[in-house]
């Protein structure tokens, strides 16, 4: 398996404009999350989804942020509009609920640029 | 809310062993996980407890306490290889919600 992808691996973009990272998790996988890290916050959990429906949301930090899961193989996370404070790594994870070792694994982030 | 402490930065010597210490408080504990993460990369998986007491992986050591609220992260045999951050995190109920600490950097030295 490919493991997780997450394209694009790189964003630079303008303060107001939209940004849309996209994530295809591990085939299999029935759990999917997002997270962002930044030096001063850590990683932080945005939202989480099971098996294409949204569990939480809490750590979305605002309205402009919002996430989707229309399959089991794809999701995109949106920010709309985009400020400078959002420059952070997003990384995309998925684990399988096989009871006791929901390992989640992680794509290899996409780093996000706000100028 | 959830609370999730661990030193901000270490430093070893090269087949050293080291130890990383997180504490928590969190409602609806289950399970604690370590990852490693080296600059620049995604965390990657190194360790699981959800009983206490001490599981073994090769180099990699990681202990619980519940009542205590605590687990470490034991490296033994240190590499340089080994210079990364290490998150601890943990799963809160049964719904697959993890919350992660800041994040250990360990610096290996020759």
């Known amino acids: 398996d490919a493991g997780v992808i997450q394209s694009p691996r790189h964003e630079v973009t303008e303060m107001g404009q939209e940004v849309t990272l996209r994530c295809k998790p591990i085939?299999?996988?029935?759990?999917l999350f997002w997270y962002r890290q930044t030096m001063m916050r850590g990683l932080e959990l945005l939202i989480y989804?099971?098996?294409?429906?949204?569990?939480?949301d809490s750590g979305m930090p605002e309205d402009r942020f919002s996430a989707k899961m229309p399959n089991a193989s794809f999701s995109t996370l949106k920010i709309q509009p985009s400020e400078p404070r959002d420059s952070a790594v997003y990384f995309c994870?998925?684990?399988?609920?096989?009871?006791?070792?929901?390992?989640?694994?992680f794509g290899p982030g996409t780093r996000l640029t706000v100028l | 809310g959830q609370n999730i402490d661990q030193p901000t930065e270490m430093t070893a010597t090269e087949g050293a062993i080291v130890q990383i210490n997180c504490t928590y408080q969190?409602?609806?504990?289950?399970?604690l996980f370590w990852y490693q993460q080296h600059a620049g990369e995604a965390p990657t998986f190194l360790s699981y407890?959800?009983?206490?007491g001490l599981e073994e992986k090769g180099r990699f050591s990681s202990f619980l306490s519940r009542s205590k609220g605590y687990s470490y992260l034991l490296l033994k045999e240190l590499q340089m290889k080994d210079s990364a951050s290490y998150l601890c995190?943990?799963?809160?109920?049964?719904?697959?919600?993890?919350?992660f600490g800041a994040g250990t950097r360990l610096t290996v030295k020759p």
């Open positions: 994870a998925s684990s399988w609920n096989s009871g006791i070792t929901d390992t989640q694994y």
């Open positions: 085939s299999g996988h029935d759990y």
């Open positions: 989804f099971n098996n294409n429906v949204p569990i939480d």
């Open positions: 969190t409602s609806g504990f289950n399970g």
């Open positions: 407890n959800v009983l206490d």
């Open positions: 995190a943990v799963r809160v109920y049964n719904n697959n919600d993890m919350r």
